[in-house]
């Protein structure tokens, strides 16, 4: 399967903002975003800066695509499937790519970056609803419960996990017990549950073209 492969700080650097895409680094001083802001490339200090509207549009599809961990063939899935249900084409989408397992994964705890999340649930770390599930892109429904495999709980990645993760860092869909290592589904997520800005009406635009 393709991924990307290269330096995530770089892609920070690119859309000019904090992607957190290497966990709790991203919060510390030795953030590469943190030291040096300009986009990357022999020229990116020097590079001018022309902002068209298709500029604008293309760079928030991007930022987002990266902030999830999508590449652009199954973004774009998610974006004609947000066309065909009820209600705003742009909020469908990210609730759309917020069920995903290992976006759930990674909101529960389970992992310290949507990267780590994703390899946990592709390593066949994960359950639901006592089946398991390695697929990153499953998507979880409203009911369902989220476990880590029986005989996978003592996996040194999530020796951190019990008994130290505040409830209030769960967002208030999902519901975790860091004993038991076992979380649910609670309701389906809303747009004021996505704790990044995006501007999901600029995706739009720019997939209406």
């Known amino acids: 399967m393709a991924r990307y492969t290269g330096s995530v700080c770089r892609l920070c650097r690119r859309e000019g903002a904090k992607l957190f895409l290497k966990g709790e680094r991203c919060y510390s001083s030795k953030c590469a975003f943190t030291h040096r802001i300009t986009p990357p490339g022999q020229h990116g200090a020097a590079r001018k800066k022309k902002v068209s509207e298709y500029s604008l549009q293309l760079r928030e599809k991007q930022k987002t695509k990266r902030v999830y961990g999508i590449l ?111 979380g649910k589904v609670i309701a389906l997520p809303q747009r004021e549950d996505i704790d990044f800005t995006i501007a999901d009406h600029l995706i739009v635009e720019l997939y209406s073209r």
């Open 72 to 182: 652009e063939k199954q973004f774009k899935r998610y974006y004609e499937k947000a066309e065909t249900m009820r209600g705003m084409t742009g909020e469908n989408m990210l609730m759309l790519i917020e069920r995903r397992l290992d976006n759930v994964a990674y909101r529960l705890g389970l992992g310290i970056s949507r990267a780590q999340a994703r390899q946990i649930v592709s390593h066949g770390l994960v359950c639901v609803n006592g089946v398991n599930v390695n697929i990153p892109s499953y998507l979880v429904k409203a009911g369902d419960e989220i476990t880590v495999k029986e005989n996978k709980k003592d996996k040194a990645v999530f020796a951190d996990i019990k008994g130290s993760r505040p409830s209030s860092s769960i967002p208030k869909w999902l519901e975790f017990d860091t004993e038991a290592l076992k």
